[in-house]
């Protein structure tokens, strides 16, 4: 069974650029959440989508925007792109709306801002 | 606001030398805690969850426990493929699927 794939694996953008990731959830799975994990830290949640809405926005710019797809893909959006924007951008999806249900992320993208 | 401290932030075994990682929490209503293993790199990989205080799962070298405060992965006899960064998270009662706070994971050497 395929697992939640991400792509790219890895990009280098210029300040000020826009970048845009995208996420492919496990078959089933209709909740997508993206992370931004900076080197030595824990992830950080920046969106949730379930059904094509957002149900949930982490502490992040509105230069960091998201949509999910209805075949329940995700991208996730980046303008005026900053250097304190590399990181680690994870995907993670899940069933929604039942109590005991595990997340399960994929490889990430490694965004490289110059 | 959800907490999750994770502790030590780094530790280093020998071979066979067991141990344990905590992982402490604030949440006004659990839905699951969640351990991941995470390699330099790569994705988070889920390891276990737990939803209640008493609870205990276990995988190989690997063993969860959770308290109403706290949870602990006991690591018994590791190996150095054991070697990673494992991280511990929190859903909170009124979110639901893949929404989690995270801690900021203890970094396991194992040496052979």
């Known amino acids: 069974d395929a697992g939640v794939t991400q792509s790219p694996t890895h990009l280098i953008k210029t300040r000020g650029q826009q970048v845009t990731l995208r996420c492919s959830p496990i078959s089933g799975h209709k909740s997508v959440s993206w992370y931004q994990q900076v080197l030595g830290q824990g992830p950080q949640f920046i969106f949730q989508y379930y059904e094509k809405e957002e149900r949930g926005r982490g502490n992040f710019p509105d230069r960091f925007s998201a949509r999910q797809f209805p075949n329940y893909s995700s991208e996730l959006n980046v303008n005026a792109l900053l250097l304190g924007d590399s990181a680690l951008y994870l995907c993670a999806s899940s069933l929604f709306g039942q109590g005991n249900t595990e997340a399960f992320f994929g490889q990430g993208t490694r965004l490289t801002v110059v | 606001e959800d907490q999750v401290t994770q502790s030590p932030e780094a530790l280093r075994l020998q071979e066979g030398e067991s141990s344990s990682l905590n992982c402490s929490y604030t949440?006004?209503?659990?839905?699951?805690l969640f351990w991941y293993r995470q390699d330099p790199g790569k994705g988070p990989e889920f390891l276990f969850t737990?939803?209640?205080a008493g609870e205990e799962k276990e995988k190989e070298r690997l063993k969860a426990t959770l308290t109403k405060k706290e949870s602990f992965l006991h690591i018994t006899a590791p190996k150095p493929e054991d070697s990673a960064t494992y991280l511990c998270?929190?859903?909170?009662?009124?979110?639901?699927?893949?929404?989690?706070?995270f801690g900021e994971g203890t970094q396991l050497t194992v040496n052979p």
């Open positions: 998270a929190v859903r909170h009662k009124e979110t639901s699927g893949s929404r989690l706070t």
């Open positions: 949440v006004s209503g659990l839905r699951g």
């Open positions: 737990l939803y209640s």
